[in-house]
């Protein structure tokens, strides 16, 4: 079967790094995406990873390794406002969409 | 650009009713939507995938009786739920896209929280 894993939750502090990890078991792979969801709000796109290696945009980066069927997404400098659910989702062969379940990341002062 | 809006943003309905929510793609012609549906401290769970002018492809398990999607034109998909009951009160989101390969390209409404009394 196909599966996502990600962690439940998560803790950080305000101005630290963290980084939310994502296993995926899926048949075939197109690609890994990554979405910011507010509580009670639609995701908002992250980023897109296809390619083995480290995408950087602004304080969020994501990376890859097809290999090892995981990525991450790392967050920089975090703010109160990056409290949210961080989706991890990737397209199989049939460029379907497998969602994770989130992490629920908590940001503390 | 890229906008998508749902409505309503909330209903309150009572078990039994039917309900009908709208999704829109206000600034691109949508070849592709879908319907999610997710429960408290879940992730998205998709219920179907909509093109225009042709029938829903609905998941295993959901009942394409009970939630009724009509894609009558390149900007607008609805779902109706039918005799609603408590269980399906959830949050339900729409997406579309102008993809050939929708998967790649995404844009999310912002939801109707459904609650069934």
């Known amino acids: 079967g196909q599966n996502i894993d990600q962690p439940t939750e998560m803790t950080a502090t305000e101005g630290a790094i963290v980084q939310i990890n994502c296993t995926y078991q899926t048949s075939g792979f197109n690609g890994l995406f990554w979405y910011q969801q507010h509580a009670g709000e639609a995701p908002t796109f992250l980023s897109y990873?296809?390619l083995d290696g480290l995408e950087e945009k602004g304080r969020f980066s994501s990376f890859l390794s097809r290999s090892k069927g995981y990525s991450y997404l790392l967050l920089k400098e975090l703010q109160m406002k990056d409290s949210a659910s961080y989706l991890c989702a990737a397209i199989d062969s049939n460029y379907q969409l497998i969602w994770g379940a989130g992490t629920k990341l908590i940001i503390k002062p | 650009g890229a906008v998508v809006s749902q409505h309503p943003s909330w209903v309150i309905c009572k078990s039994g009713t039917s309900v009908k929510i709208e999704c829109r793609s206000l600034?691109?012609?949508?070849?592709?939507m879908f319907w999610y549906r997710q429960f408290p401290k879940q992730s998205l769970m998709l219920m179907a995938t909509?093109?225009?002018?042709?029938?829903?492809?609905?998941e295993q398990g959901v009942e394409k009786d009970k939630f009724l999607i009509n894609h009558a034109s390149l900007t607008l998909s609805t779902l109706t739920v039918t005799s609603a009951h408590p269980e399906d009160s959830s949050f339900y989101i729409c997406?579309?896209?102008?993809?050939?390969?929708?998967?790649?390209?995404?844009?999310f409404g912002p939801g109707t929280r459904l609650t069934v009394t």
């Open positions: 600034d691109f012609q949508a070849t592709t």
């Open positions: 990873n296809v």
């Open positions: 997406s579309a896209s102008p993809a050939e390969q929708s998967a790649y390209e995404q844009y």
């Open positions: 909509s093109n225009e002018g042709s029938k829903a492809t609905y």
